[in-house]
């Protein structure tokens, strides 16, 4: 790629979904601008969320190849940013789902100077019932859930990787709360 033309994909914001319709309508050669552009975003993301390097290259990799075979449902004037994220973001979540629970709620858990084993217990126990929980909400619902609550996708990125309207998004993730309400608080009690 010629300095002129890095520039220009650069100030362009739709530099990257312009490229991927054309490589969706079968120009190869406007997949390396494609990747250019986002996998350097795609790395950034997932390094927040994996510490280790080589798992993060291997989930861009899978994500740049599950959006090479998907090419061809590309939709002209959609955003390719979103939808590799989208890719990336089930890649991740498919493949360690219930660590990354556990993980978030050993953060979330108040931490004391003199932590007692039976706190840490009881936290490992609640994040074990969020993760069952979890599993038995419906795809959508958990999806929407953990793509924002867990992977701090705003509602509109949310929206986009999904595929649905923010509201449905809204509506979505109500429903997960008040079902994870409803399953975590003691006696069943929601708010």
């Known amino acids: 790629m010629r300095a002129t033309e890095a520039v220009k994909l650069d100030g362009d914001p739709r530099a990257a979904d312009?490229?991927?319709?054309?490589?969706?309508?079968?120009?190869?050669?406007?997949?390396?601008?494609?990747?250019?552009?986002?996998?350097?975003?795609?790395?950034?993301?997932?390094?927040?969320?994996?510490?280790?390097?080589?798992?993060?290259e291997d989930l861009v990799q899978q994500t740049f190849l599950q959006m090479h075979r998907a090419r061809g449902r590309f939709v002209p004037g959609a955003e390719v940013v979103p939808w590799a994220f989208a890719i990336a973001m089930r890649l991740l979540i498919d493949g360690i789902r219930h660590e990354r629970v556990r993980a978030r709620l050993h953060i979330l858990v108040p931490s004391s100077s003199e932590e007692r084993p039976d706190d840490l217990v009881a936290a490992d126990q609640t994040a074990q019932r969020l993760a069952q929980v979890l599993s038995r909400l419906p795809r959508a619902q958990r999806e929407?859930?953990?793509?924002?609550?867990?992977?701090?996708?705003?509602?509109?990125?949310?929206?986009?990787?999904?595929?649905?309207?923010?509201?449905?998004?809204?509506?979505?993730?109500?429903?997960?709360?008040?079902a994870l309400r409803g399953e975590l608080e003691p006696d069943g009690e929601s708010a």
Do not use: N, W
């Not at 319709?21 to 997949?31: H, I, K, S, V």
């Open 18 to 56: 312009r490229a991927m319709e054309r490589y969706a309508a079968g120009d190869d050669t406007a997949f390396a601008r494609v990747y250019d552009e986002v996998a350097p975003r795609l790395l950034r993301h997932l390094r927040r969320h994996v510490a280790c390097k080589a798992i993060v």
């Open 144 to 178: 929407a859930f953990e793509l924002q609550r867990l992977d701090g996708l705003s509602q509109h990125e949310t929206a986009l990787a999904l595929g649905i309207s923010e509201s449905a998004v809204k509506s979505l993730i109500h429903r997960a709360t008040r």
